[in-house]
């Protein structure tokens, strides 16, 4: 069974920095592409980032270019994600999610539970 | 960027009805690459379609997509209590990978 655990959110003040992370267990990591998605409160969904199977590709929405970094580790099973100069719109529940191939960005067959950023004074 | 505009924005029905909801999307998708996602309360979303038509593991067969181009429908045949949720589209064509606002199935 599939499961991606994420971890790391909480109240952050703005222009601080968090970092996210995602194990991933059921499944080889290390041939499929990950992806990070939030939902604001009571919102949507949107795609934030994604990292191909070997990190060589990676991109992100435009709101958070420059300011976050995705990045994984496959000998650890994790994904992460580096969040700067954080600004409250960036609140959200940060999904971790798992492509359905390995070099390119597809769709999300499997999702973790989410951890919630907060970004307050 | 593609952007996705999803109709109705809540969709009233009763279990046993059909519900149709429609994604548009602002330019052609390539290859049909649009997903379905359902989402419930506190729950992460789940994939119920890929491809526009595909279903994906496990998913009822009152589940359909269908649509090219840029309009797209998920149909959910004789409602089932569990089937109210979120539902949402996906585009994958082009980054960035965008989704719809989702339809709110609700019922009446």
């Known amino acids: 069974e599939v499961q991606l655990v994420e971890s790391g959110g909480g109240l952050v003040q703005p222009g601080r920095s968090l970092r996210l992370s995602c194990a991933g267990s059921?499944?080889?990591?290390?041939?499929?592409?990950m992806h990070w998605v939030r939902q604001a409160p009571g919102k949507g969904l949107e795609w934030v980032a994604g990292?191909?199977?070997?990190?060589?590709?990676?991109d992100y929405t435009d709101p958070v270019k420059g300011r976050f970094t995705i990045s994984r580790d496959n000998a650890k099973n994790s994904l992460y994600l580096q969040m700067n100069s954080l600004r409250p719109e960036d609140t959200a529940l940060y999904f971790c999610?798992?492509?359905?191939?390995?070099?390119?960005?597809?769709?999300?067959?499997?999702w973790g539970q989410g951890t919630l950023v907060t970004v307050s004074s | 960027e593609i952007v996705l505009t999803q109709s109705p924005g809540t969709l009233s029905l009763s279990p046993g009805e059909r519900a149709t909801l429609s994604c548009r999307a602002s330019?052609?998708?390539?290859?049909?690459?649009l997903a379905w996602y359902q989402q419930k309360p506190g729950q992460a979303p789940r994939l119920l379609i890929f491809?526009?038509?595909s279903r994906a593991t496990g998913i009822p067969d009152r589940f359909s997509g269908s649509g090219s181009g840029t309009d797209f429908t998920l149909t959910i045949n004789r409602l089932e209590p569990e089937d109210f949720a979120v539902y949402y589209c996906?585009?994958?064509?082009?980054?960035?990978?965008?989704f719809g606002q989702g339809t709110k199935l609700e019922i009446k």
């Open positions: 491809g526009a038509s």
């Open positions: 059921g499944f080889s990591f290390n041939d499929y592409a």
């Open positions: 330019q052609s998708i390539i290859s049909n690459y």
């Open positions: 999610a798992k492509d359905v191939i390995s070099l390119g960005f597809y769709y999300f067959d499997n």
């Open positions: 990292i191909s199977w070997n990190s060589g590709k990676t």
């Open positions: 996906q585009q994958y064509g082009y980054t960035p990978l965008t």
